[in-house]
């Protein structure tokens, strides 16, 4: 069964105090890994999309990275701004179907 | 602009009544999906569909029903026969299988069963 498991739940952070966001992943076969930041009471938006190891995609403060078993969602010098759920998301080879994981909920401080 | 419209925003039902939320594109999306959201769970799927006039059962289908009648719309009836409806439900789209898991999310609906 595809599984989807990310860690930590909730991460609080001081502003500027950079850290990262684990996504692991146990699928047959990966067509694709994707990141989304959902705000509170709203849609998911998608932020990357990672194919395969070793790729990393940037936008902003953040950095997503990819291994054969997790990723990463690398946060620098985060802003209060930053504060939101994270969500992971795989597709496994032959589909097009996302399995999400449970999310990251951040709290960036000022 | 182009995006994806979810109403209404908010819904309250009685028990044993049936709901539908309505979902609207206009990205020319191919595929469309539905999710239910609950607090610290991640997002489950309901139902999917590829074209017009085709779904599929997602993870938790009983209780939820959809009809695919235009490319543009995708509306989900939760019935009675859901047994715990209260959720936030989200509307997606993708160009299908060329976008596989880059999803455009609609803004969702919050029902809440009275």
């Known amino acids: 069964e595809d599984q989807v498991t990310q860690s930590p739940e909730a991460l609080r952070l001081q502003e500027g105090e950079s850290s990262s966001l684990n996504c692991s992943y146990t699928v047959s076969g990966l067509r694709g890994l994707f990141w989304y930041r959902q705000d509170p009471g709203k849609g998911p938006e998608f932020l990357f999309t990672l194919y395969s190891a070793g790729e990393e995609k940037e936008k902003e403060r953040l950095k997503a990275t990819l291994t054969k078993k997790e990723s990463f969602l690398h946060i620098t010098a985060p802003k209060p701004e930053d504060s939101a759920t994270y969500l992971c998301?795989?597709?496994?080879?032959?589909?097009?179907?996302?399995?999400f994981g449970r999310g990251t909920s951040l709290i960036v401080h000022p | 602009d182009g995006g994806i419209t979810q109403s209404p925003k908010y819904l309250f039902r009685k028990e044993g009544q049936n709901v539908t939320l309505s979902c609207e594109q206009n990205l020319n999306h191919d595929a469309m999906y539905w999710y239910r959201q609950d607090p610290g769970q991640g997002l489950r799927l309901i139902y999917y569909s590829q074209i017009v006039n085709d779904f599929q059962k997602g993870d938790i289908a009983e209780g939820y029903s959809v009809s695919r009648e235009k490319k543009e719309s995708f509306p989900l009836t939760v019935t009675s026969a859901q047994k715990n409806p209260t959720a936030f439900y989200l509307c997606?789209?993708?160009?299908?299988?060329?976008?596989?898991?880059?999803?455009?999310f609609g803004e969702g609906s919050r029902l809440t069963v009275l």
């Open positions: 998301a795989v597709v496994p080879g032959g589909s097009y179907i996302p399995t």
């Open positions: 997606a789209s993708s160009v299908g299988d060329g976008g596989a898991g880059e999803l455009f």
